[in-house]
């Protein structure tokens, strides 16, 4: 109690959390703009932590880090185009929802899907800590590998009117994903002489290509602008805002199990947002009574993918607080902010530094209600987005690509392959092929060819990954959720084959 009280009396400064309520402004900013992930945003306020307290700098960057995770949402929804890869699959139903006049109800809804995501990690990461994070340290490479088979096999559910087309882009997603540079041997592999290759294929710059250029494309294409719809917040918090919030509440299985899995995701290192994104929606979609609905701009869709992407964000902290073992990217940010004021980040970090972990605990928790406060009272110029023409809209945000692709690592190579990639991406929407696999083998590739190679370079039997009881699940879920696909795939098809010869008679 008395660490509790002490890192409670560092956070509820004045100072404090007014920086914290600048750190999620900036996370939620960076994010909306596409290439500009949270990665990004905490790495910018790293410098500018050094001058503070150890739990005020890692206040603000949790500030950042939560505002990042919802801040993807703003682009996803109202334009199309995932401002984070965690926020790939709020485009699915989230967009449709925006074009259908309800450009307000899809950011509402994202926002406190992703506020009870993060509140709900934060009870996890408090009371479940210690024994997640010895289950963690458990898993081996040939766990992970199957893992990552059991996160491809959602392919199959995400493929769209096509399973062969779906599947033909997950190939395609895997493919490109072994472009470059050997992850184990460090050599260059399929750069076919070219020296823009060499370094591989970016993922940032394929995100925004396949997505972001395409969907520009597709926009300027389709006369059809995107409508700001009904408008949710006249006030500081409008009544309607709250209705949103209870449509939320009122469904409490899809919330807890999107959150949970986000959490689990969260836990194991290297995993992160764009997984648990991808794995909540597609265990809301088999669990609905009406999967074939989801794409159309369905509000389980919105929930799962946005509380399941923001409770990564305790998921990550779980690893890290209690092992020394960064969950992401932002996780080892934090780690290194911590050892440069000279803080060990280990097991031992809750025994000897107890009072910045309770703090920690609490920031987090006072991060998400600034998220929430900041993001609502900011709606309407969300929704103004909406109202903007595309004469405007689509050279700014096309900048804004531009902008973030080559910040990634200031090459003016990674533009080239921007425009190219674009290009191929528009070429597969126009051909009716599903986005989402592809993007999903680029994900996944390096690290299932990663845990493959470890396993086998630690020992070369294959029959360890099933003789591994946690490895052995995974495989097991994986089979299982193929043919679960298949069924529902073969279910569909028997359906339309119904209507059309009722229709014929």
Request: glycine fraction near 10%.
């Amino acid at each position: 109690m008395d660490s509790f009280l002490i890192g409670a009396s560092q956070i509820f400064t004045f100072t404090t959390l007014l920086y914290m309520i600048a750190g999620s402004i900036a996370g939620i900013v960076a994010a909306a703009i596409p290439g500009f992930t949270v990665t990004m945003a905490i790495v910018l306020t790293l410098p500018l932590t050094f001058t503070m307290e150890p739990l005020q700098g890692i206040a603000v960057m949790l500030s950042v880090y939560v505002g990042g995770y919802t801040g993807g949402l703003i682009s996803a929804a109202l334009l199309g185009i995932p401002g984070t890869p965690s926020s790939v699959a709020t485009t699915f139903d989230a967009f449709p929802m925006a074009r259908g006049g309800e450009a307000g109800r899809a950011l509402s809804m994202g926002v406190w899907a992703s506020f009870f995501g993060t509140v709900i990690s934060t009870i996890v990461l408090i009371v479940a800590a210690p024994p997640l994070a010895m289950i963690a340290v458990k898993l081996g490479p040939w766990e992970y590998f199957s893992l990552i088979v059991f996160a491809l096999t959602i392919v199959a559910s995400l493929v769209g009117e096509s399973v062969i087309r779906g599947l033909i882009a997950g190939l395609i997603g895997l493919a490109m994903s072994t472009v470059g540079s050997d992850p184990i041997l460090g050599r260059s592999r399929f750069d076919f002489g070219l020296e823009t290759l060499e370094t591989g294929l970016p993922f940032l710059v394929v995100l925004i290509g396949i997505y972001a250029i395409s969907q520009l494309a597709s926009e300027v294409e389709d006369a059809k602008s995107v409508r700001a719809g009904s408008k949710l917040v006249t006030g500081a918090i409008d009544f309607q805002t709250w209705k949103v919030m209870k449509e939320v509440l009122s469904r409490p299985v899809n919330l807890i199990r999107s959150s949970i899995v986000g959490v689990l995701i969260g836990a194991l290192p290297g995993a992160g947002g764009s997984i648990a994104n991808l794995v909540a929606y597609d265990q809301a979609k088999r669990s609905s009574k009406n999967p074939e609905a989801f794409g159309t701009g369905v509000p389980d869709g919105i929930v799962a993918s946005e509380a399941g992407n923001s409770a990564t964000a305790g998921g990550g902290l779980i690893p890290m607080i209690g092992l020394g073992i960064p969950g992401s990217a932002v996780d080892a940010i934090l780690m290194a902010s911590l050892m440069v004021h000279g803080i060990s980040v280990g097991p031992r970090l809750i025994m000897d530094h107890s009072d910045l972990v309770y703090g920690m605990f609490i920031a987090m928790a006072v991060a998400s209600f600034i998220m929430l406060i900041v993001a609502t009272l900011s709606m309407r110029l969300f929704l103004r987005v909406a109202e903007v023409p595309k004469w405007i809209i689509v050279p700014v945000v096309m900048i804004c690509c531009v902008v973030g692709a080559f910040a990634l690592n200031n090459r003016i190579s990674d533009l080239y392959l921007l425009g190219f990639i674009g290009v191929f991406g528009y070429a597969l929407r126009a051909l009716g092929y599903s986005l989402a696999p592809l993007v999903l083998g680029v994900i996944l590739g390096p690290i299932a060819e990663t845990n493959l190679r470890r396993a086998l370079m630690t020992n070369d039997d294959p029959t360890l990954f099933f003789s591994r009881p946690i490895s052995l699940l995974f495989l097991i879920a994986a089979v299982i959720s193929i043919v679960w696909a298949i069924r529902g795939h073969l279910k569909k098809r028997k359906k339309e084959e119904r209507l059309l010869d009722a229709a014929a008679s």
